[in-house]
């Protein structure tokens, strides 16, 4: 099959067959007109890699799933390698996490110094007790048109253009 329908049937672009082939996940043989040629053994591997991906792999993250499948097994990830792969990949979300937690407890402990009248809760994220102890809190929060943003307070904005 031509390029064309090769990315058809896996549902990318034409682009992302040639990245693809670029980096020696997938190969095609050249008609005598220079077409590149595929066969129907490549869906399976395009899918794979464009599942991958979707899910936050690497490019290079894909390369033990395609060998897996090149070497005639059933799934991508019925080798070895593949689940190291998983393991490695679990390990670094689980480390993004850990540090997406101190950061949020940062900003949290931050917030709270700024505006002691906040909430955390998981239930109403950043939500005031009482806008009334805020402002209180916040005194420049005072003015007169405090406006509300996503459910927050936000400061008043003054427009200098009269009539504006």
Not at 94 to 118: H, K, M, W
Request: one cysteine or more.
């Amino acid at each position: 099959m031509r390029i064309g329908e090769l990315a058809a049937k896996a549902g990318v672009s034409t682009r992302a067959l040639r990245y693809y082939e670029q980096h020696g996940l997938i190969s095609s043989r050249r008609t005598d007109n220079g077409y590149r040629q595929y066969d129907e053994s490549d869906v399976p591997l395009v899918a794979q890699i464009r599942a991958l991906l979707a899910a936050g792999f690497s490019l290079e993250d894909t390369r033990p799933f395609v060998d897996c499948l090149r070497a005639g097994h059933d799934s991508g990830d019925s080798c070895p390698e593949s689940v190291a792969v998983y393991r490695r990949k679990l390990a670094e979300i689980d480390l993004e996490i850990r540090s997406l937690v101190e950061r949020r407890a940062e900003v949290a402990n931050q917030l709270a110094r700024a505006c002691p009248g906040c909430v955390l809760s998981p239930e109403r994220m950043n939500d005031h007790v009482d806008d009334g102890e805020l402002r209180r809190a916040r005194p420049e929060w005072r003015q007169a048109g405090a406006g509300r943003l996503l459910g927050r307070l936000v400061p008043a904005v003054q427009d200098d253009r009269a009539g504006a």
